[in-house]
C-alpha cells in the first residue's frame, strides 16, 4: 500500500513563496512519477507540475511556468513543489500524487495514490 503525505500549505501574501513537501511511503518511489495537482471547491482537479521516476524529467502546466518548481529530495520518497510570486487566484488544496509507472501524466485519472491535500491560501 502507497501513503502520500503533503505538508507546506498555509495563508500567504501575494508574492509570496511557499515550499510543499510530499513524503510517500509503503512502496519503493524511485521507478514511480509523481505530481501536483490543485482543486478550488466545486471545480475539477487541475494539473500543477509533474516528475518522471527515473531522471529528473519534469512537466508544468503552462501557465504556472517559470512561477512553481517541482523537484524531488535527496530521499527519493520525497517530492516537493516550490511556489513563487503567489497569486490569489492559486488559492486551492494542493494534492500530491503517484503513479506506478515513471511516466509523467499531466491527467488525474493517470495516477493510482492521493494525499489528503494541504490548503493553500493567497490574500492580502
Known amino acids: 500500500q502507497v501513503q502520500l503525505e503533503e505538508s507546506g500549505g498555509g495563508l500567504v501574501q501575494p508574492g509570496g513563496s511557499l515550499r510543499l513537501t510530499c513524503v510517500a511511503s509503503?512502496?519503493?518511489?524511485?521507478?514511480?512519477?509523481m505530481a501536483w495537482f490543485r482543486q478550488v471547491p466545486g471545480q475539477e482537479r487541475d494539473f500543477v507540475a509533474a516528475i518522471a521516476g527515473r531522471g529528473s524529467e519534469t512537466v508544468y502546466a503552462d501557465s504556472l511556468k517559470g512561477r512553481f518548481t517541482i523537484s524531488k529530495g535527496k530521499d527519493k520518497d520525497i517530492v516537493y513543489l516550490q511556489m513563487n510570486n503567489l497569486k490569489p487566484e492559486d488559492t486551492a488544496v494542493y494534492y500530491c500524487?503517484?503513479?506506478?509507472?515513471?511516466?509523467?501524466?499531466?491527467?488525474?485519472?493517470?495516477?493510482?495514490?492521493w494525499g489528503q491535500g494541504t490548503q493553500v491560501t493567497v490574500s492580502s
Open positions: 500524487a503517484c503513479r506506478s509507472i515513471p511516466i509523467t501524466s499531466n491527467l488525474a485519472r493517470s495516477y493510482a495514490y
Open positions: 509503503g512502496r519503493p518511489f524511485d521507478s514511480r512519477a
